[in-house]
């Protein structure tokens, strides 16, 4: 079967092919970055430091955050700026709400797609050509990214960026959004050469789906370029370097699994709910839910089925209490997303992606059980599992 946009595993393996990949890329990305953003990175990280406006982050991170903005102003730019009036503050407010409130979501989600699609998209998304002239011009699309709803995490990353960025002059910032663009420009076409083989269907499915997803919640979502998806990839990678030690010492862990792993539909499924998710009752021996859980229990780790939207604070730890250690599981399309909050809710987590995505809710109309590389997982859940030369998820120092 035709993979509906992207595959890590397209005839070999995920673990011998996608993950060296994207090791070797994200290796290069940084590398390139030396000369290019890093250099602004660097100063933000100071610029952080002396506010204590946050805890600052590796600066790997940083580097990440600036190319997801130059990506970001490509492909959502045009369609911020031509937003001439909206309810940003209840749209945005809309997006907290239905992670509180699980029981309105239905009808939440139905205001919020008529809501985004009249307000949120005057214009069809396409390339942004021109850099930002000024700073209203990212604090525009910060909003406007809230307000979706989808890129809720992205925007919260960037309220300190703004600050910063307050403090140049107009010359100042014009030379450094030319930087981050010249690098997002060079990402996008060399991302295309070297993971481009994981993303073939990508852009057809864009192309056929523009005017079915119109009024559905989760547009941004599905409809995301193939650039996107490879900046998800390396934005996963980094990530797992970053946080692996924080990670790596905690003493109890979980794997938070996305319902659409289960080898039977939601009302089928055995498993018992409870507040935090749904355990596993390992009713189908062929379900990769259930693979997990045995998995979990060789090995010493839980296992959860969280929706798409749960409110990740909850494995946040309590006053007096060990942190848990969490690896989030998820498509390509929201997993960096996913990250984002766990760390803004200081969780010490990893991420490992869903070899391809498949749900009936997003992506197609039957939906069929998604899957991981369980080596993948073992190698960052298990901590005899270290990793090895040709997998590096630890930063390195150049
Ligand atoms: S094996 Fe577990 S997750 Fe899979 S359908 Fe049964 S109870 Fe649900």
């Not at 107009?170 to 994981?198: N, P, Q, V």
């Not at 009024?215 to 996963?236: A, K, N, P, Q, V």
């Not at 045995?294 to 780790?301: A, K, L, N, S, Y």
């Not at 391809?356 to 809710?361: I, L, N, R």
Request: glycine share 6%; proline share 5%; charged share 25%.
């Amino acid at each position: 079967m035709q993979p509906i946009t992207y595959k890590l595993n397209p005839g070999r393996s995920a673990f011998s092919t996608y993950y060296l990949d994207v090791a070797s890329f994200t290796d290069d990305v940084l590398v390139r970055s030396r000369n290019t953003v890093m250099p602004i990175a660097e100063s933000y990280t100071d610029f952080l430091k002396e506010s204590r406006l946050e805890d600052y982050r590796t600066v790997e991170e940083y580097v990440y955050e600036l190319l997801n903005l130059g990506v970001l102003w490509r492909s959502y730019g045009n369609t911020a700026l031509a937003v001439q009036i909206a309810p940003f503050s209840t749209m945005a407010h809309l997006g907290e709400w239905r992670k509180t409130h699980p029981r309105l979501k239905p009808a939440i989600d139905f205001l919020r797609g008529i809501l985004l699609s009249f307000f949120l998209v005057p214009i069809p998304c396409r390339r942004t050509d021109y850099a930002p002239q000024e700073l209203a011009d990212i604090e525009r699309l910060v909003t406007w990214l809230e307000a979706t709803g989808d890129f809720r995490e992205d925007a919260f990353r960037y309220i300190r960026l703004l600050a910063y960025l307050s403090m140049f002059s107009a010359e100042e910032f014009s030379k450094t959004m030319k930087t981050i663009l010249t690098f997002a420009d060079w990402f996008e076409d060399e991302s295309t050469l070297r993971m481009g083989g994981y993303t073939p269907n990508v852009d057809g499915f864009v192309e056929r789906n523009l005017r079915s997803y119109r009024w559905r919640i989760d547009r941004f979502t599905c409809l995301r370029s193939r650039t996107e998806y490879h900046l998800s990839m390396i934005g996963t990678e980094i990530m797992n370097r970053a946080h692996r030690e924080e990670f790596d010492s905690c003493g109890r862990k979980t794997v938070l699994a996305p319902g659409c792993m289960r080898a039977r539909s939601e009302r089928e499924c055995k498993g018992v709910k409870s507040p935090k998710g749904i355990r596993c009752a390992g009713c189908e021996s062929r379900c990769h839910i259930n693979q997990l859980r045995e998995m979990g229990v060789r090995d010493g780790f839980d296992v959860m089925i969280i929706p798409h939207s749960a409110d990740l604070s909850q494995w946040s730890a309590k006053p007096g209490n060990e942190p848990m250690g969490v690896v989030g599981v998820a498509c390509l399309s929201v997993l960096v997303q996913g990250g984002w909050e766990l760390k803004r809710n200081n969780v010490p987590a990893q991420c490992v992606l869903l070899n391809q995505c498949g749900c009936k809710s997003h992506w197609h109309e039957e939906g069929f059980p998604t899957e991981i590389d369980l080596r993948a997982l073992k190698q960052i859940v298990v901590p005899s599992n270290p990793p090895s030369l040709t997998y590096p998820f630890k930063i390195r120092i150049f």
